[in-house]
């Protein structure tokens, strides 16, 4: 039998900085939880609202898959590989930090303010050669069903990481249901974004995870709207 273990919105770590309101799923910067430094390869969910016009500097990365995923509101990127974009709900945008890269990101409006969850990966490898890639997944995309976001082999659309993680997203609500098969030998985090959902007849609502060893058949069903993202990990 699997062993799920929920973690819950308000039991995450949680700092206001005034510009930047932000929920850490995992262990992160000044907020340190020893029983929650990470899921298998799964090392960062943070839960950010930027107000307009504000948001991160230059900073560096190295040796990390990065997934950023806009929720609400749109996010301006700019890095040392030259990619500059703006990035919206439907966007799915992932950094290769590998052996080293620097990037900014601020909310691209001066009115509204941006929510956006920023994942982190731990790589298979260290040291490989940085890369950015953007991929789009509209609301029909995932629509009742588990559409792939991010995987090893980029198929499907999704975009490429470096780890033998696979992302998926999904709306629901309502009497939408979907099944994800969980093989032997991996473990799954189900994260919720927005609204709530039932995971396997667990009560999940925005900001509340479930953490799944152990191999079986994971239903997930629409509850009030919510969107919902899958890591499926080694």
């Known amino acids: 039998m699997a062993l799920k273990t929920i973690r819950r919105a308000d039991e995450r770590g949680h700092l206001d900085h005034g510009w930047l309101d932000t929920w850490h799923t995992f262990s992160f910067g000044s907020y340190l939880d020893p029983k929650h430094m990470g899921f298998r390869a799964l090392r960062v969910i943070n839960d950010d609202r930027v107000e307009p016009g504000m948001g991160f500097g230059t900073h560096g990365h190295r040796d990390m898959e990065i997934i950023t995923y806009v929720l609400d509101g749109a996010l301006a990127h700019k890095d040392s590989m030259g990619n500059g974009s703006v990035i919206r709900p439907g966007n799915v945008q992932k950094m290769s930090a590998g052996r080293g890269v620097t990037h900014s990101e601020f909310n691209a409006s001066e009115s509204e303010p941006v929510h956006l969850l920023q994942i982190w990966i731990l790589p298979d490898e260290n040291g490989i050669q940085p890369s950015y890639e953007e991929a789009e997944f509209t609301a029909d995309d995932k629509r009742g069903r588990l559409r792939l976001i991010a995987s090893p082999d980029g198929r499907d659309g999704a975009v490429t990481i470096r780890a033998d993680t696979r992302v998926y997203a999904t709306l629901l609500s309502g009497p939408e249901r979907v099944v994800h098969e969980l093989a032997p030998g991996r473990h799954a985090w189900i994260h919720v974004a927005t609204g ?21 058949e994971i239903s997930i069903e629409g509850h009030e709207e919510g969107e919902v993202l899958l890591f499926d990990l080694a």
């Open 196 to 216: 709530s959902v039932l995971v396997d007849g667990e009560s999940l609502a925005a900001g509340d995870a479930i953490a799944i060893n152990g191999p079986g």
